[in-house]
């Protein structure tokens, strides 16, 4: 008999595909036909995770920027759940991009350099989501949280002990699935990073 390690799970799931229209916004852009079609599939997949998971559902989580809410919503249609919670602090957080640095991490093409008063603000905001959801576990659990790319490389840098200029070293796709585990005695472990393999090729899109 294997003994049951108390963890938590942290799945977390970039939005769909989305239309940037004119300069309207992160707080207007929304899903394109294509993304609501990865965010069906995904909602299926989800479906199949969490039914065969274990311990205290927490619930689905999103940030209130309409393509991730908007995601949220159609896979919470595909799992038969009424209820998103919406989180202001899951919005997307700005690229950190430290002119310092650029030996070490190199610079993603077409990115300024990060002012410290804008990477402490990322900072903050990346502590904020960690307070939430990072905590050590009393019992075994699982979360779903309909995020954005940068928000969710962050997440997995801090989880590796990487810095935080990493981010950019890592792709993450539309409606891709990334799951981190807390344990007990502060470890956390990666256990898999933006799993597309509920998209046909012919949906899997980035950036």
Not at 31 to 38: A, D, V
Not at 40 to 66: M, N, Y
């Amino acid at each position: 008999m294997s003994l049951e390690v108390v963890h938590s799970r942290v799945i977390l799931v970039r939005h769909g595909h989305y239309e940037r229209i004119g300069d309207e916004g992160d707080t207007v852009w929304g899903l394109t036909p294509l993304g609501r079609r990865q965010a069906v599939r995904t909602g299926r997949r989800l479906a199949q995770i969490l039914d065969a998971a274990q311990g205290k559902f927490e619930g689905l989580f999103s940030s209130p920027w309409p393509r991730a809410l908007q995601t949220a919503e159609i896979a919470a249609h595909e799992l038969h759940i009424d209820r998103i919670k919406v989180k202001p602090y899951l919005h997307e957080v700005l690229p950190v991009v430290d002119a310092n640095r650029v030996a070490e991490f190199g610079v993603h093409p077409g990115l300024p350099f990060t002012s410290p008063e804008d990477r402490a603000m990322t900072v903050k905001q990346v502590d904020k989501v960690r307070d939430r959801f990072f905590r050590t576990p009393k019992q075994t659990n699982f979360a779903v949280i309909f995020t954005h790319g940068n928000l969710i490389r962050y997440l997995v840098a801090h989880t590796l002990r990487l810095p935080y200029e990493a981010w950019s070293r890592f792709d993450c796709s539309h409606c891709g699935i990334t799951e981190l585990r807390v344990y007990q005695e502060d470890f956390e472990a990666l256990i898999t990073y933006n799993d597309t393999g509920h998209l046909p090729p012919s949906l899997i899109t980035t950036a």
